[in-house]
């Protein structure tokens, strides 16, 4: 179905409250979660949200018109769904969505409808997108597993020592090193496996992280910022409401901000809530690049690399 | 009558058959290389840009090279003015930059064939693989 994101939106998917139960960013998170504090984790990765990135709101309407024609919103580089169901891993579900998005967006690589449940583009296997594991963060940030993350802290590490990728890729990447995606419901395109703890990562793992780590972020000031990036193709994650998600649409009739929940779903924000939520909010808008994007941990002879 | 039996029939075909696609141009045997592409041919298609001054990958471009990796053995990306660019595009690097940034570039894997710079339309960027 193309999207248009001026379609009217179905209020049960306005501001939805999780259960208490799936609170994986409570409050205390949230508090710290400051533009400071992620400018900090951000290290010399981090810049500010850049003058020419700013649209006046006066002309977010033609934008996302022009966005839904061209197929260039945020969404347009997510290939998949991913599923944490019951776990508190959201931080990290939604920063593998703005670490892949990044890099589709790099690859250039449009998937025409977005992520749909089930469903797995040939697009996917063709252009070498690579699908990471949110555990691969997470099982850092929270040794606990349980009691969630904040973004800040996951920000870090990824920074840090990037990703690893998932067990379920579109392709065989012969990847030297992979993890489970969850501890929760995954899906089609993505793998699920007990809980690891960091000290049970597959030897020499920090050799595959090093393939998969954001190279710089654009941290922003205000909840307009944050349209303006999703606007430019740019996924954000903000974390509110003991849930954190990548933005990835913006619809201009509703004034609402669409993301790609890690339930399988799209949802939506108000403005009241997006406003709520753009403190300490950021983007991922440069991954390390491969030599072949076919072959990104260079493991792969040259005659399997045909489609 | 010369009487042949099944298998000698098939044998005597398959060695015909070889003696003719032997001597066909263009229609190599076994697993051999296969015809060479052209020395132009174009494989890879990057465009370069800078923070700095272009801000982001506009619109029309990231149109143009979701269209042109559409196209069998044509590989398009976008990336970002940077030293740290893998080994096999540097050279497509080095073109981007005479030409002054932003810029696209057509290369294949021996060498860079074109660049042009500050294409603006997705027509323009297509055309740098024409």
Known sequence: MPIDSF???DRRLIDVPLPNEHDGYPAHFKAEDTIDVIRDACGDTGREFPASLWIEPKDWPDK??????KKRWPLNYVDRFTNQNPTHECTCHALTRLAE?????QRSIKFPDGPKKAFRYEESKRSGSVWLSPLSIYAEANPR???GAGCRQ???IAVRRGFLPEKIQPRDYKFKHDLQGTTGAGGLNQSKGPWPSLSSFPAGWQETGELFKPKE???TDNWEQVVCLVLHGYLVEVGRSGHAIPYAIWNPTEEAMGYVDSYDVMRWDSKGTVKGASSGAFAIVSMTTPKDWLNPAGTLPAEALAL | MIQIDKTTAMVLGAVVLLLIFTNVKGCPVGPGPGPTPPANQITIVTYFWDKETTGTVPGPILDALDELNK???LTATNFENDDDVP???KDDLAAARQVGLPAIVAANKDRVIRAAKDPKTTEQALAIAL
């Open chain 2, 71 to 73: 196209r069998p053995g």
């Open chain 2, 87 to 89: 080994e096999n595009l």
């Open chain 1, 7 to 9: 379609a009217p939106i």
């Open chain 1, 217 to 219: 972020i654009v941290y």
């Open chain 1, 145 to 147: 597993q349980w009691g």
């Open chain 1, 154 to 156: 996951v920000l870090e």
């Open chain 1, 101 to 105: 998005g990044c890099r589709n967006r």
């Open chain 1, 64 to 69: 996302a018109r022009e966005n839904d024609v």
